[in-house]
């Protein structure tokens, strides 16, 4: 299986990116993973320059579509997610992502903009044709987000087994 992490911080490096990699170990998925920082992949510019994404990626958009598994984070921005993953995402019609399994992950530091951003978030990726799993939601307050991670994966373990996740479950505690 093909995992990709697509982080949509327009800061690379950021904490939303130490999210990814600690969802990323706590799944363990089985074959290739690749991680793609949208700030250093897209360049965006309101001038008339062209911008660039600093990033050597060849081809973000085909990693993307050729993807078992996506697992999109992003920061909460103004109640939904960032701008940078909505011109990425444009470039994508309708069922584009079919095939996929795909985990929005939102990161908020208001609760009300926490579920807005990832309920926008699981709508914009079934709308491509990924099929949305649960949610993952971590306030700010709560990175690092290890016990958010094993909460959600105990939650949500038989689902993400049934999408082929080989995700280690917790032992009940007597």
Do not use: F, H, K, M
């Given at each position: 299986m093909?995992?990709?992490?697509?982080?949509?911080?327009?800061?690379?490096?950021?904490?939303?990116?130490?999210?990814?990699?600690?969802?990323?170990?706590?799944?363990?998925?089985?074959?290739?993973?690749?991680?793609?920082?949208?700030?250093?992949?897209?360049?965006?510019?309101f001038g008339p320059q062209p911008a660039y994404g600093a990033s050597t990626v060849v081809d973000p958009f085909e990693a993307v579509r050729s993807a078992r598994l996506l697992v999109v984070v992003t920061p909460a921005y103004k109640g939904s997610y960032t701008g940078l993953l909505k011109i990425f995402f444009d470039q994508f019609g309708p069922g584009a992502l079919a095939g996929a399994a795909a985990i929005p992950v939102a990161v908020a530091a208001s609760p009300a903009h926490l579920d807005a951003t990832a309920l926008a978030l699981s709508t914009l990726l079934a709308e491509l044709g990924a099929s949305a799993l649960p949610p993952l939601a971590v306030l700010e307050k709560d990175l690092p987000a290890s016990t958010p991670i094993a909460d959600w994966t105990a939650t949500h373990g038989p689902t993400l087994l049934a999408a082929g996740l080989a995700v280690p479950l917790p032992t009940p505690t007597p």
């Open positions: 093909t995992t990709v992490a697509l982080i949509g911080n327009p800061r690379a490096g950021s904490r939303t990116r130490v999210l990814a990699d600690d969802l990323l170990e706590a799944l363990a998925p089985a074959g290739p993973v690749r991680v793609l920082e949208l700030a250093e992949i897209v360049g965006v510019s």
